[in-house]
């Protein structure tokens, strides 16, 4: 073969400059992308031998081998695979393979470091240019009779290929690193960045450091492989001891065998897992090995929850693994980490687009034949396949987790808590996840029980079947009024939820509950004020009803309705506080040790969950007075001393006493009425004090 020295085929004067430019942020890409052609080229030869074109020899071993030279500074990437011959060197090395070279650098000239092009019109070799001056390739191919290639390229438009030396079939690259790219003939970060890119690659990759001594281990002769170089073989002799027996007697007694051990040169360890878990079926993992995996890839070594594995072939080919992270607060992982591979190789980090936004807390890895390799996230985020992938990840949470609810519900109730967020979130966002979870939603109750909603409705029937019969009485005599009466009456029909938002603060109206026999469900999380919004919204035979929303006809004892005193507190009470907008009751209550209770409607209430929310602010109740009532029960001694001596000089204090009572009970007072309320309180005390001297003294 002669010499050859030409230019290559590109319609610029440089497209050099572009290469070198092109993904600045991630110049250690070129690693990957060398990585993934060697493997490439042994996918080829492997083929040729499946096809009968080829035959591969018995001891083969597809194999990719990275060394380091930091003396020479240089970077060899060495693969087993098809190799080339001249004419295919010159074809797919100096014949760049794409068309309009020109309209390509005008493209993306201003996009170099935005868009990873790599791989874009066949330039994935080239990207060797961004981290060397001169690069060299020697090559042989499969085929019979070839001769070995050697070619180099400067870096600039120019290569020289001459007849090579290599003797095995496949191909040798060499870089010459440039004084800026020094750092990758170090070991470590090279090991670091095939660590990142190859760790799962379908082919073996050995990192080796020039120049360095040999390192030897010693394992049994009966492990020895033929690929092993012998150092030494070694006898050690069966080990014996003197010993005393049962009866007395002293005998020999082996204690070890006799052993034959071989000196070897140390293996070389693969960087990459050939085999990852996600490749597997179901049935050939163990639990042990999920959580191994979880904890290699991710480092996390809380335990996660339960895993998803996925194993889709139609309309597009996909495999992978998903993990529910143990999460210790709310939100505390509110976005986890999603590994993108191609057929093994590494493209991304977290690429959003392909899990749906409620699931961003999941840990996992996706491996997408279909999507290609150096995808860009512009590109990304327009693909049809991506909204595939996410509708494929949604649909098989949901069954996920309504498999383990049906087989194992103890497990779902455990890991609720760490879920319910991000389960709420999706019925919310996605429409289908929502069909296929709404039943699986729980709602833990006062007493510590999961339900889901039907289990709740179907606890407390004795209580909706009481409202059904009001609603039918009253349904009857609405008959022919306003559109909003009936509106009404349509309401009454529903079953209402009552709900806990804060088990310490609203602790008086869980015990009137329970007193009752009646049921409330906790609900205090952020997303939970717009889910059971949703709820409703979806549902519309349910209500939901804070449990200090309104007084319940179960709590309240029967008899004639205390109109007058009602008026009369009323009018004490707003001059008092003066707030004319203050709805007062007196009702007579089961429970006489309540004295009084606030009641904000549930529209209001939920109106200032959504300020909250939102960041406008925490707003004092007393904003919605016009929505607040403040119940007194007639039974108890305070109420009825307020009434026995309305003239007296302490009425004042002890009505403002009794309503912030009421609203301690309901929400925190804001500080100006706390300091007021701590202040009043010592007064009272001290009254009550003076009033003891008194009697003493009398």
Sequence with gaps: MEMKHGNLSINSDNIFPIIKKWMYSDHDIFIRELISNGCDA?????????????????????????????????????????????????????????????????????????????????????????????????????????????????????????????????????????????????????????????????????????????????????????????????????????????????????????????????????????????????????????????????????????????????????????????????????????????????????????????????????????????????????????????????????????????TEQENYEKYWKDINPFIKFGCIKDEKFSKKMMDYVLYKNIDDKYLTLKNYIEENEKFTEKEAKVSEVQSSENRGKTKETAETAQEKKKTTVYYVTDPVQQSQYINLFRAQGMDAVILKQNIDSAFITYVEKTNEKVKFQRIDADLTEELKETGEDLVEESKAMENLFRKVLHNDKLKVKVENLKNDKISSIVTLSEESRRMNEMMKMYDMGTMDASIFAGEQTLILNAKHSLVKSIFEHKDSEDIPMFCEQLYDLAMLSHQPLIPERMTKFIARSNEIMMKFDNLTKQMERQ
Excluded at 85 to 95: F, G, L, N, P
Excluded at 132 to 137: E, L, R
Excluded at 322 to 339: A, Q, V
Excluded at 372 to 385: C, E, M, T
Aim: hydrophobic content about 35%; glycine content about 4%.
């Design 42 to 406: 042994i996918t080829k030869l492997k083929k040729l031998d499946v096809a009968g074109e080829y035959t591969l020899p018995e001891d083969y071993k597809p194999r990719i081998q990275v060394i380091v030279n930091d003396k020479e500074k240089t970077l060899k990437f060495i693969d087993n695979g098809i190799g080339m011959t001249a004419d295919e060197v010159e074809e797919y090395i100096t014949q760049i393979a794409f068309s309009g070279a020109t309209k390509f650098l005008e493209k993306y000239k201003d996009k170099a470091d935005q868009d990873q092009i790599i791989g874009h019109f066949g330039l994935g070799f080239y990207s060797a240019f961004m981290v060397a001056d001169d690069v060299h390739i020697d090559t042989l191919s499969f085929q019979e009779g070839a001769t070995p290639v050697h070619w180099e390229c400067d870096g600039s438009t120019e290569y020289d290929m001459v007849e090579g030396s290599r003797q095995e079939v496949g191909t040798e690259i060499t870089l010459y690193l440039n004084k800026d790219c020094l750092e990758f003939s170090n070991e470590y970060r090279v090991r670091e960045v095939l660590e990142k890119y190859c760790s799962f690659m379908p082919v073996e990759i050995i990192l080796f450091k020039s120049n360095t001594e040999s390192e030897y281990e010693m394992i049994e002769e009966a492990d020895l492989r033929d690929d092993d170089e012998v150092i030494e073989r070694i006898h050690e002799d069966a080990k014996t001891e003197e010993r005393e027996n049962d009866q007395g007697e002293k005998e020999i007694v082996e204690i070890s065998s006799a052993r034959d051990q071989v000196k070897i040169k140390k293996r070389p360890v693969s960087i990459s897992d050939i085999h990852p878990l996600w490749t597997k079926n179901t049935n050939e993992c163990t639990e042990e090995e999920y959580k191994q995996f979880y904890r290699k890839v991710f480092l996390d070594y809380k335990e996660p929850l339960f895993w998803i594995h996925l194993n889709m072939d139609y309309p597009l080919n996909l495999k992978g693994i998903l993990y529910f992270p143990r999460i210790s607060k709310e939100y505390d992982l509110i976005e986890g980490t999603i590994k993108l591979y191609n057929n093994q190789v590494f493209i991304a980090d977290n690429i959003k687009e392909v899990i749906p936004e409620y699931l961003m807390l999941l840990k996992g890895v996706i491996d997408c034949q279909d999507l290609p390799l150096n995808v860009s996230r512009s590109a990304l985020q327009n693909d049809g396949f991506v909204q595939k992938i996410s509708n494929y990840i949604s649909k098989k949470v949901a069954e996920r987790l309504s498999g383990i609810y049906k």
